[in-house]
């Protein structure tokens, strides 16, 4: 990783400020943000040491990012939205410390394990407490098949393994699933990936009451399951 800039080595990308003077930190890691994923505005609180670390992979149509960031606030104002008009659905997977997402008038609250869509066509706002670590997924909204009546109504609701629906099961699977795309060969990644987004999407349409059709719930799980059992898959094999 270089520090200080945004590298793009292929179809990957890294970011630091951790070489950057206190000063510059702010501006650098907002650009790093605006460039990797949609256009955002970053505050930080004045005098307070931080630093912020950022990683990217772009899998055809989905992007899975890490961001280790904090304390501050990452916001999607009206005027980022008119200048940066993406029309993409972002999904925040928290790994490490507590975020809180708002967009439409709600308040999504994520821990370790949960994850909440937000719609880039819209405003949007994450609060930071405390530094912390997550992955952020970035597709194309039309990858979700939900209406755009249903979409205003997924944004910033928390998506958690707690109960026994859908994500009881598949949320433990996406979150094994996407640390293995990080892990292993990028020739191996495209087909996982689009696993993922099959799983975000069954896990939208649950989340809006909408049950996905049977033969596709039984195709997802059959094939993610699959997949982070093949041995092909393991860590272990690259270290």
């Known amino acids: 990783m270089l520090t200080g800039s945004l590298t793009v080595p292929g179809q990957g ?3 630091s400020t951790r070489s950057l003077a206190p000063r510059d930190r702010t501006a650098a890691w907002e650009r790093a943000l605006s460039q990797v994923f949609v256009g955002l ?33 990452i916001l999607r104002s009206a005027r980022s939205v008119a ?14 410390g507590t975020a809180m997402l708002l967009q439409d008038g709600r308040t999504a609250e994520l821990r370790p394990g949960s994850l909440a869509f937000h719609d880039a066509r819209r405003p949007y706002r994450i609060v930071l407490p405390t530094r912390q670590r997550a992955r ?15 979409l205003a109504a997924l944004t910033a609701t928390v998506v958690d ?22 892990r292993i060969p990028a020739t191996r990644r495209d087909h996982l990936a689009r696993i993922a987004a099959e799983i ?33 898959t393991h860590p272990s094999e690259h270290r």
């Open 161 to 182: 393994d707690a109960g026994v629906g859908a994500a009881a099961l598949l949320l433990p699977l996406l979150c094994g699933l996407v640390d293995e795309i990080m």
């Open 200 to 232: 975000l999407a069954t896990l939208a349409l649950e989340q809006v009451g909408s049950r996905p059709a049977p033969a596709l719930w039984e195709r997802i799980t059959a094939s993610a399951q699959a997949r982070l059992q093949d041995p092909r």
């Open 13 to 15: 990308a890294s970011f």
């Open 136 to 150: 952020i997924l970035m597709m194309p909204r039309v990858l979700l098949r939900l209406e755009e009546g249903q």
């Open 83 to 96: 200048a940066d008009p993406s029309t993409h659905i972002l999904v925040r997977l928290q790994l490490d």
């Open 41 to 73: 505005e970053v505050a930080v609180e004045g005098g307070r040491p931080w630093v912020g670390e950022l990683t990217a992979e772009r899998l055809g149509a989905l992007q899975i990012a890490t961001e280790e960031f904090g304390p501050g606030t």
